[in-house]
């Protein structure tokens, strides 16, 4: 199926100024415009990157702070974690969370992108907050930002930025006793490191990754990463290749601090191995840093000292923690008649190794319990400045049969749902790309004297239109359900209905919520 469209760009009707609300005699104080409001704010490019990296974001966002009544004062209230890294910090922070929720904590947990729902990124006790929450504390910001806007020459923040600042805001109003900040991108210049005070600090694997912002080199890399070190602050990390674990040894050391590095996870001691509710060998990587970074968290409200970085006596509420902590769209497995999905919003060459290694052998169990035969199909996406002819290199011994390519775009003739609104890259766009993407397996599988005869490739416009595909002839409900958000009827199903499918999902974080919308749409009730 070629890709069709005919969609105004949406760049064009973005708002870049900051409706007063003096103006307005009534205004609708409800989730929806809520959202709608803030991705305006995608638009708004607030400063430079260069602007950036001289400081000037970390000076506005303390601005922003200030403007709300979050003074630093209330942020060591909070008591935070303080978490950067390439490849497994988002799963490491959820380990964090449901540790210290399990020793009895109040929890608050920001973390980025979101899914589904954009109030998944500020979660309190494990769960995204409510559309109620989220819509009184947005309000309440928006208006402490616009009465303040003429005293500052920057009045507005930028989508990512006054997530931040609501983050707190919410942590500070919500009484949160343990706070875990995952870095958006870098660390140094990150608008989260407006904390002067975290608890403990921590950086998880490190790669190439938003070398735009970052540098190109892994030592650029952990530069920035180490950036959220602070004075006196305990400092963990996993082990690093040679190159980036320098430095951010050395970084450590010239912010005041020492770097301690995480034991192998199979060292805790405990009657059995600990089991982890996040799937995938890789998995016990982060654990390991998180074990470090929620004991170091608990000693410090003993006044112990941290001392060397050991593995320890795990407690009910440590193992627990690990078990059943949830983190969606990483080593995923949604399953349904003849099909299952294997979600994975790995973007970088390691994170995608990784994903490899848990769908071959996820897959292949699965195939061994079916007794049946079962077909790999691939379904993929990257955007912006991530090099895709690489990326899918790591996936090319998975042996799909199927290759699949779609945007990010969940539905394409549907604009209710306001949470997965991207105005900054163009529709048009974003599908150009969906055949550039195609364009580079064709091209990796001819370089590779890959059988095209084994591998079919289909493009679409939006993922609906990919799952109907998928789903025709082998579950009635999943067609049902995706036909009705699809543009137009596909032209042909996918193969023997009686052979089951196993759906890799993966390359971008933003590709699973557009599937998770069609697949599990009720994920955050």
Not at 254 to 264: A, F, I, Q, S
Not at 311 to 329: H, V, Y
Not at 416 to 433: A, G, S
């Amino acid at each position: 199926m070629a890709v069709r469209f005919s969609v105004r760009c949406m760049v064009g009707r973005c708002k870049l100024g900051w409706r007063s609300l003096h103006k307005m005699a009534v205004y609708d104080y409800k989730y929806e415009q809520a959202v709608k409001e803030l991705n305006q704010l995608q638009c708004n490019k607030m400063l430079s990157r260069q602007e950036k990296l001289d400081g000037l974001g970390l000076t506005v966002m303390r601005q922003f702070l200030q403007r709300v009544e979050v003074s630093q004062t209330d942020l060591k209230k909070l008591n935070v974690i303080h978490v950067s890294g390439t490849k497994g910090k988002g799963s490491t922070c959820a380990f964090v969370e449901s540790i210290l929720r399990h020793h009895g904590m109040r929890t608050g947990f920001y973390s980025s992108p979101h899914l589904l729902e954009v109030r998944e990124r500020i979660r309190i006790n494990g769960k995204p907050i409510s559309t109620q929450l989220f819509t009184k504390y947005f309000w309440e910001v928006y208006e402490h930002l616009d009465r303040t806007k003429d005293s500052y020459e920057v009045k507005i923040p930028s989508y990512f930025y006054f997530l931040t600042v609501m983050a707190y805001y919410v942590f500070k109003h919500e009484n949160i006793t343990a706070t875990i900040m995952e870095v958006g991108i870098g660390g140094a210049f990150d608008c989260t490191n407006v904390i002067e005070n975290p608890v403990v600090c921590g950086v998880s694997s490190l790669g190439i990754d938003h070398t735009t912002m970052l540098g190109n080199t892994l030592s650029s890399i952990a530069w920035q990463k180490a950036g959220i070190f602070k004075k006196g602050v305990p400092a963990f990390t996993v082990p690093q290749p040679k190159e980036g674990m320098d430095v951010l040894v050395q970084r450590a050391q010239e912010l005041g601090t020492k770097l301690n590095v995480t034991p192998d996870f199979t060292d805790y001691v405990c009657a059995d191995i600990p089991k982890l509710g996040l799937s995938g060998e890789h998995q016990k990587l982060n654990a390991s840093l998180a074990l470090q970074l929620a004991n170091a968290w608990l000693n410090s409200f003993k006044n112990v000292s941290s001392g060397m970085c050991q593995p320890f006596s795990l407690n009910t509420a440590f193992i627990q923690g690990l078990a059943s902590c949830q983190w969606n769209g990483r080593a995923q497995i949604l399953k349904f008649n003849n099909i299952t999905f294997y979600m994975d919003g790995a973007h970088t060459m390691r994170s995608l190794g990784c994903a490899v290694k848990w769908f071959t052998e996820a897959s292949t169990n699965e195939q061994m319990e079916l007794n049946k035969t079962c077909d790999r199909v691939l379904a993929f996406n990257v955007t912006n400045e991530r090099d895709a002819y690489n990326l899918l290199s790591v996936l090319l011994p998975c042996n799909f049969k199927h290759a699949i390519f779609t945007s990010n775009i969940a539905t394409l003739i549907s604009s209710d749902f306001n949470d997965q609104t991207n105005f900054k890259n163009p529709v048009e766009d974003r599908l150009i790309r969906v055949l550039a993407n195609r364009d580079d397996w064709l091209e990796l599988c001819s370089a590779q004297n890959y059988p095209m005869e084994r591998c079919c490739t289909n493009t679409f416009p939006a993922i609906a239109d990919a799952v109907c595909w998928l789903a025709e002839k082998r579950d009635d409900k999943l067609f049902r359900r995706s036909l009705e958000m699809m543009v137009e009827y596909p032209t042909s199903s996918l193969g023997c209905a009686q052979t089951h499918l196993q759906v890799l999902v993966t390359g971008s974080l933003h590709l699973i919520g557009g599937y998770l919308r069609i697949l599990q749409p009720d994920i955050n009730n």
